[in-house]
């Protein structure tokens, strides 16, 4: 009797969640939620709350305990028993939701109904459940507990993001930050509901990854960074790989490693030269060598390590400014015999010959084949092959790659990458000057339909993505003033329809959100007080 009590009264709370009544306020989230409602109410959260979750829900429901402990030094019971009736409880529900219109993105979407005893968080799957925790978490915080009792507000919300794709890249390579860096950014990652990490862990400057059968690529490859090529080998066991990959899982975050190739390849040729394609006296040894049968061998043992320490299926190869340093491939006897055998006339051939097969090797594991836009002019599986925009000035590259239905994370330098300068007073971005400054409003804005090109009505554009390229990045304060309060802003850009966005309001909730990374200790860039911190020269 008790339990058909319960359930009476889950059942009459979503019935008046689609009512939505009450007067609309404010609500402190970022991002914006699709549809919310003020109600007339508010929910009494103590010690005495207990979580009730459905048994498949065990890990979401077990991260939400963790984080109220953590960030509210909060104990909640967890229980899967339904015949439990308390006064306040917290409901994760798996159901279909009942919204009127079709729902896109569906795994990912939400329902929450609030009254004064009882909180329902309700999806069709495990990562909408977690998107609704998140949102429940970020009203907790931005309430302050009266005698140990947290009053939050009520609404009723229904939510879902605008792009499935909403990313974070960090380069790992030119400068490394460490396992704890790494987790804290996950975790701002998660509570703005970001959910690709996209982790740039090989390049020229060093090799990042633990690689057991090549283990000079990380004791060897992994020294020095892009200020000193003489600092001692900074990499990532595969332990620790394998930790951060399971940390980012409990938050719904997938991470996409990138293994640069055929360019980008310095640090790995240092480590095992015999695979070399050479470079140039800027770019020593860029290159990895295309006309070799033992570099694709090399190569295909090393993408084997490294699908079996990400389940994303996703590996991202580069393929970018290969131009950098393939001078010696005219020459080269052994790439001039592959040209004739094969029946390539230039160079850029002999990349998509190199692509091909090493995204062959990556299909037959499984695994979709990520890279940066100078791929959109090689043949490859549109099913199998995403294509990365990053080159706002070349978009007969994005054309191109609208034309041969790839799909497409949007990431161009303008306004997408966090290394350049967010305010035309900063002197250490890339570059800082009025007309290139990425700040945090023209992220919020952008448009990846705002191009000047003819967009086919199938176009599969995914999502979008900052990139946060260290070149001029050497440390956790400089990095955090460069993520923070973008990231906020591309949450937003990402996750909240258009015709829901208002750059004013969200002004508004970013100022609370600031008083965040305060308590985080967050070294971040206050754009409504440009000098209240410093700008970090490195």
């Given at each position: ?15 008046l ?5 009450g ?13 919310y ?29 963790k984080e109220l402990l ?10 899967s ?24 993105n ?69 400068h490394f930050?460490?396992?704890e ?55 990532y066991?595969?332990e620790e ?7 980012a899982?409990?938050?719904?975050i997938d991470?996409i490693?990138e ?33 070799k049968?033992?570099?694709?061998s ?13 389940p994303?299926?996703?590996i991202?190869?580069g393929?970018?400014?290969?131009h ?16 004739k055998?094969?029946?390539?006339k230039e ?25 940066w836009?100078e ?12 294509v ?12 191109t ?8 994370v ?5 306004p ?32 990846p339909?705002?191009y000047?090109v ?5 176009s599969?554009?995914?999502?979008m993505?900052?990139?946060?390229w ?5 440390t956790?304060n ?14 937003e ?13 969200f002004?508004?909730r970013?100022?609370?959100?600031l ?24």
């Amino acid at each position: 009797m008790i339990k058909i009590e319960f359930m009476k009264k889950i059942i009459l709370l979503l019935f008046l969640s689609l009512i939505f009544v009450g007067a609309v306020a404010q609500i402190p989230l970022i991002p914006s939620p699709q549809r919310y409602e003020t109600i007339p109410a508010q929910f009494s959260l103590s010690k005495a709350t207990i979580i009730i979750h459905d048994m498949e829900l065990d890990e979401v429901a077990y991260y939400l305990q963790k984080e109220l402990l953590r960030h509210e030094n909060l104990p909640l019971t967890l229980t899967s028993d339904y015949e439990q009736a308390p006064a306040s409880a917290i409901s994760l529900r798996l159901n279909q939701l009942n919204s009127k219109q079709p729902v896109a993105n569906e795994k990912e979407s939400y329902s929450i109904s609030m009254d004064a005893g009882l909180i329902v968080v309700e999806a069709s799957h495990k990562k909408g459940i977690f998107n609704g925790i998140i949102t429940l978490l970020q009203l907790i915080r931005f309430t302050e507990p009266i005698n140990g009792t947290w009053q939050l507000q009520c609404y009723n919300i229904e939510d879902a993001p605008a792009y499935e794709w909403r990313g974070l890249m960090l380069d790992e390579s030119r400068h490394f930050f460490g396992k704890e860096k790494v987790k804290q950014l996950i975790d701002w990652m998660a509570l703005y509901k970001l959910n690709k990490f996209h982790w740039h862990l090989t390049d020229s400057p060093g090799w990042r990854i633990e690689i057991l059968q090549y283990p000079k690529l990380a004791y060897v490859g992994g020294i020095g960074n892009h200020t000193n090529p003489h600092t001692p080998a900074k990499y990532y066991s595969q332990e620790e790989i394998k930790e951060i990959v399971k940390y980012a899982s409990e938050r719904q975050i997938d991470i996409i490693p990138e293994i640069d190739m055929p360019g980008h390849a310095s640090a790995a040729n240092r480590a095992y030269p015999e695979y070399s394609g050479g470079g140039s006296q800027k770019h020593p040894d860029f290159t990895f060598h295309p006309g070799k049968e033992e570099v694709y061998s090399y190569l295909t043992n090393i993408l084997k390590e490294v699908d079996a320490l990400f389940p994303s299926q996703i590996i991202h190869l580069g393929g970018d400014e290969v131009h950098f340093g393939n001078a010696k491939w005219h020459t080269d006897e052994t790439i001039l015999a592959l040209m004739k055998r094969e029946k390539l006339k230039e160079m850029s051939e002999v990349e998509n010959y190199f692509f091909q097969r090493m995204s062959d090797t990556l299909f037959k594991m499984n695994n979709r084949l990520a890279a940066w836009d100078e791929i959109a002019e090689f043949n490859l599986n549109p099913d199998k092959t995403i294509v990365y925009f990053w080159r706002q000035d070349k978009l007969q590259q994005l054309q191109t790659s609208l034309n041969k239905g790839y799909p497409i994370v949007m990431t161009p330098r303008l306004p997408m990458y966090l290394d350049y300068a967010q305010d035309s007073l900063h002197v250490h971005g890339v570059p800082a000057n009025r007309s290139r400054v990425n700040s945090y409003d023209k992220i919020y804005n952008f448009d990846p339909y705002g191009y000047d090109v003819n967009y086919p009505l199938n176009s599969n554009i995914l999502g979008m993505q900052v990139n946060v390229w260290t070149e001029r990045i050497a440390t956790e304060n400089r990095l955090d003033y460069m993520i923070f309060p973008r990231i906020a802003a591309l949450a937003e850009a990402t996750w909240t329809r258009d015709n829901k966005k208002n750059i004013s309001d969200f002004n508004d909730r970013l100022k609370k959100h600031l008083v965040l990374y305060e308590k985080d200790d967050i070294y971040y860039y206050n754009p409504f007080e440009p000098f209240k911190t410093a700008e970090p020269a490195k």
